[in-house]
């Protein structure tokens, strides 16, 4: 296997909103996305244009740079 012979998977706006429903219904308001998973920047626009608070900060000392979603 090589690098080039890889294709990076985007994680998928579905995928962000059931991930953002399960952390509603334990009482969370942000999520993160780690950096080392890739978010396509139209998911980012359209979390935005929903009226999600969005941006990169460190979550915890283990998720740094994450993607961090708030409603």
């Not at 994680?11 to 780690?34: A, L």
């Not at 139209?42 to 009226?51: A, E, H, Y």
């Not at 969005?54 to 994450?66: F, N, S």
Request: proline letters at 1%.
């Amino acid at each position: 296997m090589k690098a080039k012979d890889l294709i990076k998977r985007r994680i998928k706006i579905e995928d962000v909103y059931k991930q953002i429903e399960r952390c509603n219904e334990q009482g969370d308001y942000k999520t993160v996305i780690p950096h080392y998973q890739y978010i396509d920047e139209s998911v980012k626009l359209q979390l935005i244009q929903d009226g999600f608070k969005c941006y990169i900060a460190d979550w915890d000392l283990i998720i740094t740079d994450g993607f961090i979603i708030e409603w």
